[in-house]
């Protein structure tokens, strides 16, 4: 006769040790005063045009670097390179998000107190990130115009995890008669209070607010070592 | 596609407690998933099946309870139960409120051992 079964109390959270290395780098982000962003959306909405943009456009006042995950190839870094600025590409082989461990290795060799600004490009993915912390200050998850304005209906985790939304190519809105009012009402459904930024990084139109966010973000974050 | 590599964290997670509750064989793990964690039930529970296949869990079940997503309401000051993940309100008065109080839960709370 074979006893009952025992029921032993565990309670551990499964994502213990990715949680372990977030934290970790999110303390060494602050003290080294450097705000770090992660950018998350399916792809195609343009996380790569618009990091190479913000990089361009920070690097004038600002020491700026970017970490960027693919699955395969390490073109996003190559075009990335263009802004003259550090990036390193993370590719992920089949695994389809980055993992706070994935960051920290690709950190080793960089000073950070030597950066301002640090950019991780997560993989194109909706779902997936939305489950991992990677010790970032600020999530930055984009829609573009082309992909219609219920995604954040249909993806709800992810857009509820990030910090900023940011509606990307904006210069095709009128042609795919993209409903701004009906992607905020969305955005905001899911995330109430998410500050939206709608711009283009093709024409640059939009840009600005969004580098005065990030700007005031390191100012009110970093008050020691802001510039 | 991350719920394999989840679920191979559940069972080496479940795995390590066995032993230290004396080897004994693991005939269930107890799993609270919060309807916010980013992980799919379904999925969860095929990839479960294969990440047990040839360790000391096969066989074993993976019994999930699923935890609704619960928010702050800040004008009825209490906890409330979303009635959707697109809609984060206050299911009584209406009032949007982003602070989740419960909802993303992903976490081994009991394992069924056999001697």
Known sequence: MSAEPRLVEVRKNVLKQNDIVARALRERFREAGVLAVSLVSSPGSGKTALLEKMLTMLRPRYRVAALVGDLATENDAQRLARSQAPVKQIITGTICHLEAAMVQNALEGWDLNQLDFLFIENVGNLVCPSSYDLGEDLRFVLLSVTEGEDKPLKYP??????DVAIITKWDLAAAVEFDEAAAKSNIQAVRPGMEVFTLSAKTGDGMCECIKFLELWRKLSRPAVAI | MHELSIAMSIVEMAQEEAEIHGHAQVQAVHLRLGLLSGVAKEALLSCYEMACAA?????????????????????????????SIQWFCCPECGTSTPTVVRGKELEVVALELKE
């Open chain 2, 55 to 83: 360790t000391p869990l096969e066989g074993s079940k993976l019994l999930i309870e699923e935890i609704p997503v619960e928010v702050f309401c800040p004008q009825c000051e209490v906890p409330r139960a979303i009635r």
């Open chain 1, 157 to 162: 985790t992810i857009f509820n995890s990030a």
